[in-house]
């Protein structure tokens, strides 16, 4: 008999998911709602002006990576966006709904307040490639309730782009320099150089790029000893454009890497000091030759 009566327990639930629903349930009366969770947990209706149902999947796995004193701001970013959005047909939780809408742009790591807000991956040390849908960020806990790791999603978004975008592509001249200028619709460009070659020819040492914006791509092959003038060229030209960035990158390999030039003022006269990474180095000395 007492198998039954341990089958007819509820199962106890973990103190963080109880802890949790407690912020849960002060954050709704703080917005004027009465609150019923589900069984389960995995979701909590809100009763008010209007009902809404409030996934939770993705929210409990992004607090469980983060520390307990974030829990206060991230239920309430959670709930207010839920209510602000209540009216909007697009369910991001829903990975059917938001798959096909999923795109990626390319911001600074210095202009993101909070990286730990937004879905995104590394380019380099300065770039994150952010995970969108329609204008704006996807939060990481509406990336959670997905069935898919958001490595997986990031590629659906980059599967979309290069499914639906196409570069037009122009020559253009930078004070005696050819560049080609890589134009799109959407802030999604740098993803495109994952099929640069698609666009231009791209010699075995990779390419120069500039990133003005995030809706442009200026790129020189790095197919001679000229290549010196082009990076000062592109620099120069990225640091007046005051976009995206103004630093010029080496293209190689599926990789995005950093050429740090800095423009300094010497003797009245403006000078470029290029401090090249080692890989680059060599890739000069051999062009040099």
Partial sequence: MSLFRRDREPARRPAEDVDLDSLLALVAESLGFTHDFARDGASVTLNGDTTLVVKLTGLRREAGRRAREDWPML?????AHAVATAGERLDVCDLDQAGPLLRTR???VDEVADPSRVVGR????DLLELLTVGSRAVRPEEAGCWPVPTA????????NVRREERLP????DLSGTPVTRLTGPSPSAA???RWLGDYLPVPRDGALV?????????VHPVDGIAV????????VHAARAGGLSAQVYWWHQGRLTLIKADIVMHHGQTRLVVAPPPEFARVLARLAV
């Fill in 169 to 172: 592509a122009e020559a253009i």
């Fill in 210 to 218: 500039a990133l003005p914006d995030p809706y442009t791509l200026l």
């Fill in 152 to 159: 997986q999603a990031l590629d659906l978004a980059v599967a």
């Fill in 228 to 235: 010196v003038r082009a990076i000062e060229r592109l620099r």
């Fill in 191 to 193: 993803t495109h150089l």
């Fill in 106 to 108: 390319v911001e600074a």
């Fill in 75 to 79: 239920v309430s970013e959670h709930l």
């Fill in 122 to 125: 590394h380019l380099n040390a």
